[in-house]
């Protein structure tokens, strides 16, 4: 699975939009990009996943690169709840597999009043 | 919310005791996972099941044993723990074909 680099922490306004990078340069064909989010104490929550095409669901948007290099994940209008960890991960999304994920350090966003 | 629950929530046990986890869904959902979280380590997999009595081993399972004899439970046991074993035990589940993994509330287990 490839690898993700995400910056260890960021910083949103709420009510402001709220805009999670990540690089996957070495990403291939058959590889999705999942956002996973941990709030503090809790289990890790599923956000949103796609493959090539950009993504949107009641929780965030999902913006992917034409060439697939990179990904950003948006919060459009950040509430002091989302504050979390924020995980980018790459897979293979397999019709039959045991569906392992390769959590990184991710990204701590707090979202300030 | 998928439905899992883990037992117990917080545990306090001391070096050598053997030590039983245990992860319920109501999903119906073949594919079940015991992660470890430790800070400075991320989530890292212990053991999975992909069926009933179907189970293998993840990147961490020295130490732990796991069992599946019903598709809702999944069992993670520490058959003699160790201090190294404190950490927080997150369950999770996925259909398999949609392959987005929920997780539970997770389990804090300390060893003293």
């Known amino acids: 699975d490839a690898k993700t680099t995400q910056p260890p922490s960021m910083d949103c306004a709420e009510g402001r939009a709220a805009n999670l990078p990540c690089n996957h340069s070495?990403?291939?064909?058959?590889?999705?990009v999942y956002w996973y989010r941990q709030i503090h104490s809790q289990g890790p929550q599923y956000i949103i996943h796609g493959l090539k095409n950009n993504e949107t669901n009641e929780m965030a948007s999902l913006i992917i690169t034409e060439d697939r290099k990179s990904s950003t994940l948006i919060l459009p209008h950040a509430t002091l709840r989302d504050t979390a960890v924020y995980y980018c991960i790459v897979r293979v999304r397999a019709t039959d597999s045991w569906g392992k994920f390769q959590f990184g350090a991710g990204t701590q966003v707090v979202v300030t009043p | 919310d998928a439905g899992i629950t883990q037992s117990p929530r917080h545990k306090v046990t001391e070096t050598g005791t053997p030590v039983t986890l245990r992860c319920h869904q109501t999903?119906?959902?073949?594919?079940m996972y015991w992660y470890r979280q430790d800070p400075g380590h991320g989530l890292r997999l212990i053991h999975y099941s992909y069926g009933v009595k179907d189970t293998d081993k993840g990147e961490v399972s020295d130490g732990y044993s796991v069992s599946r004899s019903k598709t809702e439970d999944f069992l993670l046991t520490l058959e003699s723990a160790t201090s190294s074993q404190t950490s927080v035990y997150f369950c999770?589940?996925?259909?398999?074909?949609?392959?987005?993994?929920?997780f539970g509330p997770g389990t804090r287990l300390t060893v003293l």
């Open positions: 999770a589940i996925s259909e398999g074909g949609k392959d987005e993994q929920f």
């Open positions: 070495t990403i291939s064909g058959n590889e999705y």
């Open positions: 999903e119906n959902h073949r594919y």
